[in-house]
């Protein structure tokens, strides 16, 4: 294609050039080749998780262009510190118009459903702002994986990431129309971090996450008095703009889901707690994707007139209010009194399981499964159940050397319990769910990281479990709901259930510990399946060798 432009999800047309592209000479060995000599890529520590980063200074000291007087060498020079504020973004050479339009596609028809803050029907190239386009494209270059491709995924989050740092100004007023688009770039950006799989991009997307939680809240009031005053003005309003109101409106909601899932995954990889508090049973959730989809103000009125079936919720929202449960058990194990901790885990693993109980239609419809929402809500369970940053620290996260006594200790006396036998039990689910995934299936979001949790309390038990963990003569779903709830609603076949439920011996865990690593190596698209894989089976080398 010679063109970026318009860009037709359905017949893929282009339309007018807009960016700019890199010089003719530099395409002359393939439609990614030429430009600065790609550095090479770093293989991942063992822990993706390890705050450990070494900040290295720059390569290149500051000199000031002010020579000082003789005499007057320790005066401070205005010059130099104005120079020192004078910091350009990066030149990047962006690949082929070719390689962007593909991107586009991928993210348009195998990525959306991952973040689903891009109102495809009119969804325009040539028309979007230049950071939320090249934050989509970063998303795909990751996806697609080629060393060229990381090359410009990696550049093009560091501009994006700069260029949205530079032009926010909290001061000055502006559109909701001009700010949305950032925020969209930035939480894509956000989701990039957290498959990427390389330590920094995760600590940096620790660190953006509170400033765009903040940027969508002030956007939706923003939104929300805007749409108010029209509303009053002239109540009226036509339905090209009611629908375009309309669908500013589900966008923001949606951001704020996808605000949710974030913080909900940034505190259970960081073991920190979660940036923003709020009450799971009252989220926001966005209305259902067919409707959110439609490409007319006609269907958009038709689909709005009629009842939508509560089976068509997006599970998108349904993610948000599991992470919001998970985002509030790191609350409650970062609470520095041990009963008061407890009190308010068992009272969220209450309220978990009365929402479970009452949602498992929704969670196990087809819609759900293509989001693995079910193995997000086992997930949930686990972290409810077990103390996954202590299991780490056992594990050797902080080195072998440093694993305390104390912990193992701890981990030992935990396994012995009938918590230890249920987070199990839910760990051979999350394996039974993962080895549902086909190779051409994108995870969502909390995939890989849930696998890797579970692979861990899995190896963890087969590890610390007393010989006779498994001669309880007691079935889970006669003790805990959640367990009658997903038999009742067939989510697995009857020889899946019984090896889930009744087959939890540590040798079954230890077999299943290491399938779960191997399958975690090959899962999908993003890096970090692969890096929490070298981790998980760096572990059971460890535990083998304990």
């Known amino acids: 294609?010679?063109?970026?432009?318009?860009?037709?999800?359905?017949?893929?047309?282009?339309?007018?050039?807009?960016?700019?592209?890199?010089?003719?000479?530099?395409?002359?060995?393939?439609?990614?080749?030429?430009?600065?000599?790609?550095?090479?890529?770093?293989?991942?520590?063992?822990?993706?998780?390890?705050?450990?980063?070494?900040?290295?200074?720059?390569?290149?000291?500051?000199?000031?262009?002010?020579?000082?007087?003789?005499?007057?060498?320790?005066?401070?020079?205005?010059?130099?510190?104005?120079?020192?504020?004078?910091?350009?973004l990066p030149d990047v050479t962006l690949p082929s118009t070719g390689f962007l339009n593909r991107c586009i596609r991928m993210?348009?028809?195998?990525?959306?459903?991952?973040?689903?803050?891009?109102?495809?029907?009119?969804?325009?190239?040539?028309?979007?702002?230049?950071?939320?386009?090249?934050?989509?494209?970063?998303?795909?270059?990751?996806?697609?994986?080629?060393?060229?491709?990381?090359?410009?995924?990696?550049?093009?989050?560091?501009?994006?990431?700069?260029?949205?740092?530079?032009?926010?100004?909290?001061?000055?007023?502006?559109?909701?129309?001009?700010?949305?688009?950032?925020?969209?770039?930035?939480?894509?950006?956000?989701?990039?971090?957290?498959?990427?799989?390389?330590?920094?991009?995760?600590?940096?997307?620790?660190?953006?996450?509170?400033?765009?939680?903040?940027?969508?809240?002030?956007?939706?009031?923003?939104?929300?008095?805007?749409?108010?005053?029209?509303?009053?003005?002239?109540?009226?309003?036509?339905?090209?703009?009611?629908?375009s109101k309309w669908i500013q409106l589900q966008t923001v909601i949606r951001l704020r889901n996808a605000i949710q899932i974030h913080n909900g995954e940034i505190s259970a990889i960081l073991h920190a707690p979660s940036t923003f508090r709020s009450d799971s049973l009252k989220l926001q959730t966005a209305a259902p994707d067919a409707l959110y989809l439609a490409k007319t103000p006609a269907e958009w009125t038709a689909a709005s007139s009629r009842n939508v079936p509560v089976s068509l919720l997006v599970p998108f929202s349904l993610c948000a209010v599991i992470e919001a449960f998970i985002a509030e058990a790191g609350q409650a194990r970062a609470t520095p009194f041990a009963e008061v901790s407890l009190q308010m885990t068992q009272a969220l693993l209450a309220m978990l399981c009365t929402w479970f109980d009452d949602s498992i239609q929704l969670l196990t419809a087809d819609s759900a499964n293509k989001l693995s929402v079910l193995m997000l809500c086992h997930s949930c369970f686990i972290h409810m159940l077990c103390d996954m940053d202590l299991f780490e620290r056992a594990c050797g996260r902080e080195g072998a050397q440093a694993a305390s006594t104390q912990d193992k200790q701890t981990v030992k006396e935990w396994a012995s319990t009938a918590d230890a036998r249920r987070a199990a039990s839910h760990a051979l689910c999350i394996q039974l769910l993962l080895e549902r995934f086909r190779l051409s299936d994108v995870p969502g979001m909390h995939v890989a990281r849930s696998s890797w949790h579970a692979g861990l309390l899995l190896a963890v038990y087969s590890s610390y479990a007393p010989v006779t963990a498994n001669a309880q003569s007691w079935k889970l779903e006669d003790t805990f709901s959640e367990f009658n709830s997903v038999r009742k609603a067939k989510c697995y076949t009857e020889q899946e259930w019984t090896s889930a439920t009744c087959d939890i011996t540590p040798e079954r865990c230890s077999a299943a510990s290491f399938a779960m690593a191997a399958v975690l190596r090959r899962l999908g698209?993003?890096?970090?399946?692969?890096?929490?894989?070298?981790?998980?089976?760096?572990?059971?080398?460890?535990l083998e060798r304990d």
């Open 1 to 88: 294609m010679e063109d970026l432009g318009t860009y037709d999800l359905f017949n893929a047309c282009p339309g007018n050039p807009w960016l700019p592209l890199r010089p003719p000479d530099d395409q002359h060995s393939g439609h990614m080749s030429g430009g600065p000599q790609r550095p090479p890529i770093e293989i991942p520590q063992r822990w993706f998780n390890k705050r450990s980063v070494d900040l290295q200074p720059s390569s290149r000291p500051f000199t000031s262009q002010t020579t000082l007087m003789p005499g007057r060498e320790d005066e401070i020079s205005r010059d130099a510190l104005a120079g020192s504020l004078r910091k350009q």
């Open 525 to 542: 698209p993003w890096h970090n399946a692969a890096t929490y894989a070298d981790t998980l089976g760096h572990v059971i080398d460890l």
């Open 107 to 243: 993210f348009c028809t195998q990525l959306w459903h991952i973040i689903p803050i891009v109102h495809l029907p009119t969804f325009r190239p040539a028309q979007t702002n230049p950071l939320l386009l090249l934050s989509i494209c970063s998303l795909s270059a990751l996806a697609e994986g080629s060393p060229d491709a990381l090359y410009h995924a990696e550049r093009l989050l560091t501009a994006i990431n700069k260029a949205i740092l530079i032009s926010s100004q909290p001061s000055e007023v502006v559109s909701i129309e001009q700010t949305l688009p950032i925020l969209q770039a930035a939480a894509i950006g956000q989701t990039y971090a957290l498959l990427s799989g390389k330590t920094t991009d995760l600590m940096l997307s620790q660190l953006y996450h509170g400033p765009l939680g903040f940027g969508v809240l002030a956007s939706e009031k923003l939104m929300l008095h805007s749409r108010a005053t029209e509303l009053s003005m002239s109540p009226g309003l036509d339905p090209e703009q009611d629908w």
